[in-house]
């Protein structure tokens, strides 16, 4: 117990001399300025502070210890006014001092302390006098040391006191001392009025060392400079020696003319091997600043080898040397990060969201040299807010505390922003070139960022990762959410907050509810145990290692991921049934996941286990007939304690259906019972330990129909790509030919068909025409059907391989209409879900997007506008519905595959939204996979499909924070590009560009009339119809100004006039949002006039402001913003 308190007291007496150290030094920067003080009113007349000896500072490194210096002081004072006895004479010291035998072990001015009687000695009037009767240390108000002398006997006005203090006054440590004269003060008990005196304590060597030249090239003839604080005063008579580093030879004699100290030729200057002795002409005074030259034409070259090198200083008249560093580098140029370590630096996001840049110089850079910063177009320097005052420069001398703001700020180019440092800039080589700037990125994502300086011409490229703090994205799908079950699959899907390398072993961390029984084997030291990887799939591909944990109450599994993971990229975790995972009791329980140990970025999500007591299907009993009805959908409901009832009908719930007899009766997945031949059945349907059965009965056909005999069967498609860790199996379809010329699907084995694969070490085929990659290698897969047979070609790519040959399809172009293929799926809102079609496309709905639980269905359907030639489909036209209406939360993602081979090579697969009400089909975009696959985001359901679509690249668009916007209205005709490729999102846009954008937007007709503005001249021919079909409409007007009505088509259009355009198209089209109060920032500025609309748009979620909460009602629109504001208005309008 006693050794925990003193541990204790030990921390707490280290914390506070921390404390009091750095205080010290705050306020000994603030001391060494002398703040002259007259003493009016002071009860001394004068007084002065004088060494015995020189006074050096303390804390020199000497043999292992720190020296201490103690100087033997005199305190001389003429008093003003006769000071009694009892009175204190108090001679305030600066901050740092210290005392011999000072108690505390940290050196902190402790008081009531005694100074030893054989320490002080006291002449008052030229007589030796016992004056005090205690003398002792006490600190003043601000915590400056202070030394107070009680007096016995009075002193009369107008005596002279001399206290001599020897062997006690400990000066302070020489670090974060400023180069300046020491103040020092005396008052008494009976008057605080202090009168000041300025007493000198130097450095051991000179100060502020910095030696500078003329070029930093290799082996270049160079002038020198060396700059320097003078400590003791430097005579005629004293001597200044220069040692310079190795590397550089001295000429054998150097001519006094070339050497200047303070532009002064020196008296002489002697070359004593890799020293140069100067010889001052005049005196240098203490504390002053001296700068001594040496001209190019005295030949002294710079060291040949790039790297760091150091000169040292000394002087006749003081006791140590001062060193100081230089950087050499290339004579071709060199970047920031050709320093000795190759330390190439870093940008990255600080504590408080700015950017910072750091950086290890290879050469000095001081005051006037300029910093260039490069980003990627139309990112963090394409705000011309960005200010000398928004940009923070650290001191480059190693300092604690400092720092600048630049000079002046250029702007070289939208991307590209330069800055000057200041005049009091100095930075050593080997210290960092640290700076700050604000961070304007909106988009998550990495950037190379270049900095170059005046000194280091060559580009210097880092990247900067913007990323979000946590994971996104983050979901749980166990096979079935059943309380208790057993061997259940679970699939966690996320995009991580950081890139994944699979080289470096890297893995993604997820916190399992302890409750959820993970049967694995763990070592009893680590409480960690093995998953078989096999057992756990990374994106399809089998994790490196799957390490599970269950210790102090936590149970973790760590997953390694087998292959690189992008940042934000879809990662699905798959844990197979197999390894034996036990659902938790009744109860909701929470998940969370983070990449590696950053546990700060978790995300976390929780799932609902559900306890059941049995299950009932219905219909009970299901009569069929051949040739009427064929099918019947059964649905199944499982009870819960609380007597309450589920659907749980779909696959998702785990539900399985088995047929008795399936050459009567067949059933789906999702319980769908489908007539064959004339008899009985029993379908057993089985939902955890529960099953219930409905029996079937299948009438035969009032009248037989006509015999048919199959001519042919065909299998597709004919060629399939499969990729390891990607797309890695494939649903074949098989039609057989009938003599009656009618087509049948044969796909099923109840069909008679089966399958063989030629090597099924690397593709094996399963009963019902599903094709699985094994490895990589060709297959051939054979169908036949009867006497007649069909074959398919299989490759089986490796993991990052491109297919090897394009994929060829059978999607038909004409627009002819399509065999009518479907799915249907239950989906629960709270946990979202994938519905595939297989070869046709897919949606994945996001956890809470569907308002309600209901069902998602995929359709091929013919094509809806058949007469539209003027491009050819090039995947089927599929309908993407839902049971829960036509209002998502979130978007959804759909993904169609399509026939590559139908689009040229300058065209793009791209996905199309077709429009009923226009009647047209209208570009969506997407993103494009190597396996045949077209996937982007919708915020509404419809008819979608594959069409070609031209490349629409603006160079200056990556990683904008408009790019979807922009992609989508381009690809829709609304926005165009310049000549350059470039799109300019930062620029204003005119009014008459703005009406032809919205004009293109809704398809608006003209009907004709001409329109009448006293400017009409100044529109040009392609904003005519724009500009009289939007008058038409009533959206916008003009000016009316000197009677006449101006429409002003090159005037830029402000955030305000285009809110009000944008809320007439919502009023035209009878949209009235209600999302709640809008409430801007600068709300007060917004005129009347434009207030209503503002409000409008904002409910519509057309606007939502600057990220300050400001809509800035008078800024000019610019493109990006009316590529957003625009498309936000489709959206709105589900155009």
Request: aromatic fraction near 8%; hydrophobic fraction near 40%.
């Amino acid at each position: 117990m006693f050794s925990a308190c003193v541990n204790h007291n030990r921390m707490r007496y280290r914390r506070i001399a921390i404390i009091y150290v750095l205080l010290s030094a705050l306020l000994a920067m603030s001391w060494g300025a002398p703040i002259q003080v007259l003493g009016a009113g002071s009860a001394f007349t004068d007084f002065s502070v004088v060494p015995e000896t020189t006074a050096l500072f303390s804390g020199y490194s000497s043999g292992g210890t720190y020296t201490k210096e103690t100087p033997t002081y005199h305190f001389k004072m003429t008093t003003a006014e006769a000071l009694q006895a009892g009175d204190t004479i108090e001679i305030l010291l600066p901050y740092g001092f210290n005392f011999v035998g000072n108690p505390n072990a940290f050196g902190i001015w402790i008081t009531d302390f005694s100074v030893p009687s054989n320490s002080v000695e006291v002449n008052v009037n030229g007589s030796t006098l016992s004056l005090f009767d205690s003398v002792k240390t006490q600190r003043s108000n601000s915590w400056q040391p202070v030394i107070a002398f009680h007096l016995s006997q009075p002193v009369p006005a107008g005596g002279t006191v001399d206290i001599k203090l020897a062997n006690f006054l400990i000066t302070p440590d020489y670090h974060h001392v400023p180069a300046t004269a020491s103040q020092f003060a005396a008052s008494t008990s009976s008057n605080s009025v202090l009168r000041t005196a300025l007493s000198n304590i130097y450095f051991r060597s000179v100060v502020n060392f910095r030696p500078d030249m003329s070029t930093y090239a290799a082996g270049a003839n160079a002038s020198y400079q060396f700059k320097f604080t003078v400590m003791q005063q430097i005579m005629p008579t004293d001597w200044i020696t220069l040692k310079f580093p190795a590397g550089i030879a001295l000429p054998a004699s150097m001519d006094a003319s070339k050497v200047k100290i303070g532009g002064v030729p020196v008296a002489a200057a002697n070359v004593a091997s890799d020293k140069l002795q100067l010889q001052p002409s005049q005196p240098l005074t203490s504390y002053s600043d001296a700068l001594i030259t040496i001209d190019d034409s005295a030949l002294v070259a710079n060291p040949a080898v790039p790297g760091y090198y150091a000169f040292e200083i000394s002087t006749s008249v003081d006791q140590q040397a001062a060193s100081g560093r230089f950087g050499i580098i290339p004579t071709g140029g060199a970047s920031l990060a050709d320093n000795p370590y190759s330390d190439k630096g870093y940008v990255e996001i600080n504590y408080d969201g700015n950017l910072r840049f750091r950086f290890t110089s290879p050469t000095i850079l001081k005051g006037g040299d300029t910093v260039t910063v490069t980003s990627p177009a139309g990112t963090v320097l394409s705000d011309t807010a960005i200010a000398a005052t928004d940009i923070h420069i650290e001191s480059g001398m190693g300092l604690e505390m400092g720092g600048y703001s630049p000079a002046s700020v250029t702007r070289l180019a939208d991307n590209q922003l330069q800055f000057e440092l200041p005049p009091e800039y100095y930075l050593i080589p080997d210290y960092s070139l640290v700076f700050f700037m604000p961070n304007r990125f909106v988009q998550y994502g990495a950037y190379d960022i270049q900095v170059t300086t005046s000194q280091t011409v060559k580009p210097n490229t880092v990247p900067l990762m913007i990323t979000p703090d946590t994971v996104q994205q983050f979901t749980i799908l166990p096979d079935n959410p059943w309380a208790g079950e057993t061997n259940v699959p679970y699939t966690f899907s996320l995009q991580p907050n950081e890139p994944l390398v699979a080289a470096d072993d890297d893995f993604i961390t997820l916190n399992l509810p302890t409750q959820l029984k993970v049967p694995v084997i763990l070592d009893p030291i680590t409480h960690s145990g093995t998953i078989d990887p096999n057992l756990v799939l990374v994106n399809g591909v089998p994790a490196k290692e799957a390490i599970y944990t269950n210790n102090f109450g936590m149970s973790i599994l760590r997953v390694t991921v087998p292959q690189d993971i992008p940042l934000l990229g879809k990662t699905d975790i798959a844990v197979s049934g197999n390894a034996g995972w036990m659902n938790p009791e009744e109860g909701t329980y929470a998940f969370s996941v983070y990449p590696k140990y950053a546990s700060s970025s978790s995300a976390s999500a929780s799932v609902q286990y559900k306890k059941i007591t049995g299950i009932s299907a219905a219909p009970q009993t299901v009569q069929l007939k051949l040739g009427g009805k064929v099918s019947q959908q059964l649905k199944v409901l499982a009870q819960q304690p609380d007597n309450s009832v589920l659907d749980v009908t779909d696959a998702v719930y785990r539900t399985a259906y088995m047929s008795s007899d399936s050459t009567v009766a067949t059933v789906t997945a999702d319980g769908l019972i489908e007539a064959r031949q004339a008899g009985t059945s029993i379908i057993t349907v089985t939902s955890g330990i529960y099953s219930d059965t409905v029996s079937v009965t299948v009438e035969k056909a009032d009248v037989a129909p006509p015999a048919t005999e199959i001519t042919a069967i065909t299998a597709a498609p004919r060629s399939v790509q499969l990729q390891l860790g990607d797309k890695v199996s494939q649903q074949l379809t098989v039609t057989a030919q009938q003599s009656n010329n009618s087509v049948k699907d044969v796909t099923g084995a109840v069909d008679g068909t089966t399958y063989r694969s030629s090597d099924s070490t690397v593709a094996s085929v399963t009963a019902a025409g599903l094709i699985e990659a094994k490895q990589a290698g060709i297959a051939v897969i054979t169908v036949t059907n009867n006497a007649h047979s069909d074959t398919v070609n299989v490759t089986v790519n490796p993991i990052n391989s491109g297919p090897s040959t394009p994929p060829s399809s059978s999607i038909g172009t004409t627009g002819a209409a399509e065999d009518p293929l479907s799915v249907e799926k239950e989906i629960i809102a709270l946990l979202g879900g994938t519905v595939t079609l297989p070869g046709v496309g897919s949606v994945m709905i996001p956890p809470e997007a569907l308002p309600v639980d209901g069902k998602v269905k995929i359709a091929v359907q013919a094509n809806p506008s058949p007469n539209q030639s003027e491009r050819a489909n090039s995947s089927r036209f599929v309908a993407f519905t839902s049971s829960t209406g036509s209002v998502l939360n979130k978007p959804i993602q759909i993904s169609l595959q399509y026939n590559s081979s139908s689009i040229a090579p300058e065209l793009k697969p791209a996905v199309y939204e077709y429009n009923r009400t226009i009647g047209k089909w209208l570009y969506v975009g997407g993103v494009v996979s190597g396996n045949g696959t077209v996937t982007v985001e919708v915020n509404n359901w419809g008819i979608f499909a594959v069409f070609p679509a031209e490349h629409h690249v603006f160079n200056d668009m990556n990683g904008h924070w408009s790019a979807q916007y922009v992609d989508r209205l381009a690809g829709r005709d609304v926005v165009h590009g310049f000549e350059d490729h470039t799109f300019r999102p930062d620029q204003s846009v005119t009014r008459a560009q703005l009406v032809k954008m919205i004009a293109d937007a809704l398809a608006l007709k003209a009907s004709g009339t001409p329109i009448y503005f006293a400017d009409s001249d100044l529109l040009q021919n392609w904003a005519k119809d724009a500009v009289a079909r939007a008058v038409e409409e009533g959206l916008i007007q003009g000016y009316q100004e000197k009677g006449k009505s101006w429409f002003k088509p090159n005037q830029p259009l402000t955030r305000a006039e285009l809110a009000v355009i944008l809320a007439r198209v919502l009023d035209r089209n009878a949209v009235h949002a209600t999302k709640g109060e809008v409430a801007f920032t600068d709300q007060k500025d917004i005129p009347k006039w434009a207030q209503p609309a503002v409000i409008a748009v904002s409910r519509a979620n057309i606007v939502s402001g600057y990220p300050d909460g400001s809509f800035r009602q008078g800024g000019y629109v610019t493109r990006a913003e009316a590529a957003k504001m625009i498309y936000m208005l489709l959206e709105s309008l589900h155009a």
